[in-house]
């Protein structure tokens, strides 16, 4: 089971990168912000429905870190990858890329200090509430780009 569990979430974010990437180009003319936001708002019923599962079968704590993996994966690659090539130049992209994914992992490693300390004083519902509150934050800002399309040009 615990095997099980390790796996699914980067197989499922695997899978769930190529849907944003497929979908923003597909439904959203390369729009990458609509597929994020619908992503992150399952993610944050994903995040608040997971603890609720203790007291079923594992299998739905299973299902439930499959959705969390696709969930999660997909914005992270856009916002990582996809996100720095349509804002910045040809030149630029790779720097803003690491300038983002640097970033990302310093988030990342607050996020791991700051839930150990909400896990140690409240209790793990802290840290699931903790992290409720970070995706709505990046649902809001991803929301304010609703609307950016990437310039055309040669490699759009």
């Given amino acids: 089971v615990a095997a099980y569990k390790a796996l699914a979430i980067p197989l499922a974010g695997s899978l769930g990168a190529l849907f944003a990437g497929w979908a923003s180009d597909r439904f959203f003319q390369s729009r990458r912000a609509p597929v994020m936001v619908f992503m992150l708002i399952g993610l944050m019923g994903l995040t608040i429905l997971y603890p609720q599962l203790k007291d079923f079968h594992w299998i739905w704590s299973l299902a439930c870190l499959i959705a969390i993996g696709f969930t999660t994966y997909g914005p992270h ?8 090539m349509d804002y910045a130049s040809r030149k630029a992209a790779a720097s803003a890329a690491g300038f983002i994914d640097g970033f990302g992992y310093l988030g ?5 200090v700051i839930s150990g300390f909400l896990i140690d004083r409240f209790g793990w519902n802290a840290a699931f509430y903790f992290w409720v509150v970070g995706v709505f934050v990046a649902v809001v800002l991803m929301s304010l780009q609703w609307n950016y399309r990437p310039k055309q040009g040669k490699y759009h």
């Fill in 77 to 84: 690659v856009m916002i990582c990858a996809a996100i720095p």
């Fill in 108 to 112: 990342a490693s607050l996020t791991g």
